[in-house]
């Protein structure tokens, strides 16, 4: 009895974990959709939920949030985040505030992935790494934040942009 209860409490960890984590193919293929309801069903489905949105102009994208596992008591405190940047209905942008493991994992895999480093910067509170493959640029930054229940931490952030060809 005790082996079932725990294979199924790390069942759930293991599919909330699978939920939140957004892999580099996936940002790829979320970052070109040509419709960005097909990215919301997605995210939906995934256990994400909508946190707000804008609409662009002629000079901004409209935008549209997500948060994976908002606080509670605060709901601008999340485990993860994800923002799509649209023009017309068609996904141009994307930026990933993921957890620090996923963030790593992801930037581990860019060199497999056909990504090459081609610049980095230092700024007051932040660090950045720039990558470029014949589709995408990937900037990767890690920035410092307020935490939920105070002090501060690191937040890591993907952002991923389709080329024009």
Not at 16 to 42: M, P, Y
Not at 83 to 100: H, N, R
Request: aromatic share 14%; charged share 20%; proline share 1%.
């Amino acid at each position: 009895m005790k082996t079932k209860f725990l294979t199924l409490i790390l069942v759930f960890f293991a599919i909330s974990a699978a939920s939140q984590s957004l892999t580099l193919t996936e940002l790829q293929n979320l970052c070109k959709l040509a419709n960005w309801q097909n990215g919301n069903d997605l995210l939906t489905r995934k256990g994400w939920e909508f946190h707000g949105s804008s609409k662009g102009d002629y000079d901004h994208y409209s935008m549209i949030d997500y948060a994976y596992s908002k606080s509670g008591w605060n709901g601008d405190y999340a485990s993860a985040w994800l923002t799509f940047y649209i023009d017309g209905s068609q996904v141009v942008k994307l930026q990933y505030q993921a957890p620090k493991n996923i963030y790593n994992i992801i930037k581990n895999s860019l060199t497999a992935n056909g990504y090459k480093r081609i610049d980095s910067e230092i700024k007051d509170g932040d660090i950045a790494t720039y990558y470029t493959n014949k589709s995408f640029d990937i900037k990767l930054k890690t920035s410092t934040v307020d935490k939920e229940y105070g002090g501060h931490g690191a937040a890591y952030v993907i952002t991923i942009s389709r080329k024009y060809q």
